[in-house]
């Protein structure tokens, strides 16, 4: 059972990851004031990292704060932080970039290491707008809902009241998702009421951001609360304690803070709050510290490599790298049972090397130096030339190269040439690739080819033949809504749930005025060409004024379906959507195509 998963907070130490591009990376950029106080004692060290969004794409142009320091993401998501000082027990690694969600990676940091941190950033997605009147319930597509106060509302600057429309973005993190330990917030760790710092268990996490119709930020009034409804999901509902500590990661937080509680209602948490933005459902524990250092058969360490430990109780786990000296620290919870397993590395991280138990203890746990036999890592260089539809070369565009089956890099095209490069465990890498002409919004069909590691020159592409069209467009009621990019964001990827091939489809626009903005979300299933399942769907729209609840009827036909990563899947709809600012369902009709992530 994949449950209460990443209770552990494994240090995150790591040597310099070379994906793709190594030249676009950008280093140390000063800043005059650190936006999180440092407190002592502290350590001096540095960072690499990857920034990626909810479809695992990296971000670029995202801004990363450690201490004193910041830089910005590259095309490929990646910063380099170099020698920053920052507290050594709570080293936080802050991640900012509009219309995004504040968020960041706490862990434990060592001196002259280099740490490892990878974030996967969520988008505000207007939930709906209620007036600052009348406040009002806006329920999740996951079942997670939030009920705002009839006149409740101030300016979160200067305390003023406020009185008009109120915008909700809001995000639910799914406390059994694969991708917790790298959406939440901080890491599982929290202070509670008598100021020590404890262990987390979560079981569910919710993000709330408020707006006022001129994009001022507002928050709740002071003496008023919102309700909140946590869903706990199926996995862990047997072991959901009736009721729970409500922990906070409020603007300048590093850390969680216990404020409150929240009662269990059938199978959801409710609780009461003053303020937002992030809350968290959690049950803590007496901590300790775990060590490891791990070598290779000829004594040298395994830097980077993945460590993940099992609570052999229930089931749940954790996941971290070690560091340059093949070392791994992080929290774990006293007197219990785990299995310890170590991967390769993030390169070639399905590999199990080496696999033990960890004996129950009250205290610190040193497992000494463990010595493992590994494969080496191969590095690969793929190189080429791209060239558009009148056969000259493109000028302005990209490659994508997915290898590891769901690891990827972008190439950048520069005068109808590129380089990309990246590692993995193996000398031969499986890889599939396409090429985009930015200019005339065209890209080749995608590619497969068996590379052998160093380098590559792959025959010229032609990035032509395949329209780079991508759109949602919607109809109801006699109104008509259009997504397409690059100005909307619109992504297509693949789920687990569900019965053959399960896809979400996901549009999004964040408005050009305040509070204007759209979400839209279909997730289906589909196979080929032809008729499709709805599973489910759900609209926000300021323009026109919408706000669909989440229905799974409906009906799907696919009219293109690409069956690799890079093509398109395409096709019409029509799902019945209620609007819960009239109460009226109505039918609304769609067309959609959209590369497959």
């Known amino acids: 059972m994949n449950s209460l998963r990443h209770w552990l907070s494994l240090v995150v130490l790591l040597a310099v990851v070379a994906i793709g591009c190594q030249k676009e990376l950008i280093e140390n950029g000063t800043v005059s004031t650190p936006t999180i106080p440092i407190t002592s004692p502290t350590t001096t060290t540095s960072i690499n990292g990857r920034i990626i969004d909810e479809d695992n794409k990296p971000i670029a142009g995202a801004t990363v704060m450690a201490g004193f320091t910041a830089a910005q993401t590259n095309i490929n998501g990646e910063f380099v932080l170099n020698n920053v000082t920052v507290e050594a027990a709570r080293a936080f690694v802050q991640v900012t ?25 969520l988008k505000r997605n207007a939930l709906g707008t209620v007036s600052a009147a009348n406040g009002g319930l806006l329920t999740h597509s996951s079942g997670a ?16 009241a406020y009185n008009g429309q109120v ?21 599982l760790r929290g202070i509670d009421s008598t100021g020590r710092e404890v262990g987390l268990t979560t079981f569910g996490m919710i993000g709330v951001e408020l707006t006022g119709s001129g994009g001022e930020k507002l928050q709740i009034a002071p003496g008023r609360t919102a309700t909140l409804t946590f869903p706990i999901p199926p996995a862990i509902q047997s072991v959901a304690p009736n009721a729970i500590d409500m922990w906070s990661f409020g603007d300048s937080a590093i850390i969680w803070k216990k404020e409150g509680r929240a009662n269990r209602v059938g199978n959801n948490y409710v609780a009461q709050v003053s303020h937002f933005s992030f809350w968290n459902c959690d049950a803590p524990f007496q901590q300790a510290i775990l060590k490891a250092k791990f070598v290779n058969q000829n004594g040298t360490p395994l830097r980077h490599y993945g460590v993940k430990l099992t609570r052999n109780s229930m089931g749940g786990y954790a996941y971290g790298y ?14 219990e049972a785990l299995t310890l397993q170590l991967f390769g590395t993030v390169y ?11 004996n129950p203890s009250n205290g610190n746990i040193d497992l000494g130096t463990i010595t493992v036999n590994t494969p080496s ?7 080429g030339s791209v060239v558009n539809c009148s056969n000259n070369p493109v000028t302005s565009g990209y490659v994508d190269i997915r290898y590891n089956n769901f690891q990827y890099v972008r190439a950048q095209v520069t005068n109808g040439t590129f380089t990309a490069s990246f590692s993995t465990c193996s000398n031969t890498a499986a890889v599939n690739y396409y090429a985009v002409d930015g200019s005339n919004l065209q890209q080749s069909n995608v590619q497969n080819a068996t590379l052998n590691a160093g380098a590559t020159t792959l025959t010229s592409i032609s990035a032509c033949g395949v329209s780079v069209s991508q759109f949602i467009n919607l109809t109801y009621t006699g109104a008509s809504l259009g ?12 789920l687990n749930a569900g019965q053959g091939a399960s896809f979400m489809l996901q549009g999004t626009r964040i408005g050009q005025t305040p509070n204007s903005g759209t979400n839209f979300q279909l997730s289906f299933n589909a196979t080929a060409i032809g008729a499709g399942t709805v599973l489910s769907s759900s609209l926000f729209s300021s323009q026109p004024p919408f706000q669909g609840n989440y229905t799974s009827q409906g009906s799907i036909n696919i009219t293109e379906f690409g069956t690799q990563p890079g093509s398109f899947i395409a096709g019409t709809f029509l799902v019945p959507l209620r609007d819960s600012s009239s109460n009226v369902t109505v039918a609304v009709n769609g067309t959609f195509r959209a590369r497959r992530n």
């Not at 973005?169 to 901080?186: E, S, T």
């Not at 890592?377 to 190189?383: E, K």
């Open 377 to 383: 890592l191969s590095n690969f260089t793929v190189s």
């Open 348 to 358: 070639c991280s399905a590999q199990v090397l080496h696999t033990q138990n960890v």
């Open 322 to 335: 070690t560091d340059t000296s093949g070392v791994v620290r992080g929290i774990i919870p006293v007197n």
């Open 145 to 160: 809902s939030i009920v705002l106060p009839q006149g409740g509302f101030v300016h979160a600057t200067t305390g003023a």
């Open 483 to 494: 997504l397409s990019t690059p100005q909307d964001s619109i992504a297509l990827y693949p």
């Open 167 to 187: 915008t909700v973005d809001f995000a639910w993190i799914n406390p059994v998702g694969a991708d917790l330990h790298r959406q939440m917030p901080g890491d």
């Open 97 to 121: 970039k509009d219309g995004y969600f504040r968020t960041g990676r706490l862990f434990i940091a060592a001196e002259n290491q280099r740490h490892f941190v990878e974030v996967q950033m």
